[in-house]
Nanobody, 126 residues
Framework: QVQLVESGGGLVQPGGSLRLSCAVS????????MAWFRQAPGKEREFVAA????????TYADSVKSRLTISRDNAKNTLYLQMTSLNTEDTAVYYC???????????????????WGQGTQVTVSS
């Protein structure tokens, strides 16, 4: 059974930092392209960042470049999202996703990923 379990969300003040984790089981983690998406209230789910199976190549949404960093530890079957300089527009439920053989131009598409976690809430508020 494939499981993706996110953790690390919470309430943080503007300008603060959080690190999200996504523990993956039931698949060969090191073979998968991994990504983070988010969905704010009343909005569609949007791409945040992606990492190829080696972790050597990463892709970011323009809105999060230089503030958010995706990384992975294939030995621990875990994906991370380090978030800094958070602002209220980062408030959303954050989801991790896993997909096989995702080509570069498809990284930002949610339908490129077969497996999803349940999400973790990030709220940025003073």
């Amino acid at each position: 059974q494939v499981q993706l379990v996110e953790s690390g969300g919470g309430l943080v003040q503007p300008g603060g930092s959080l690190r999200l984790s996504c523990a993956v089981s039931g698949v060969t983690f090191s073979s998968y392209t991994m990504a983070w998406f988010r969905q704010a209230p009343g909005k569609e789910r949007e791409f945040v960042a992606a990492s190829t199976w080696t972790g050597d190549s990463t892709t970011y949404a323009d809105s999060v470049k230089s503030r958010l960093t995706i990384s992975r530890d294939n030995a621990k079957n875990t994906l991370y999202l380090q978030m800094t300089s958070l602002n209220t527009e980062d408030t959303a439920v954050y989801y991790c996703a896993a997909g096989l053989l995702v080509i570069e131009r498809a990284l930002i598409r949610s339908n490129s990923y077969k497996h999803w976690g349940q999400g973790t809430q990030v709220t940025v508020s003073s």
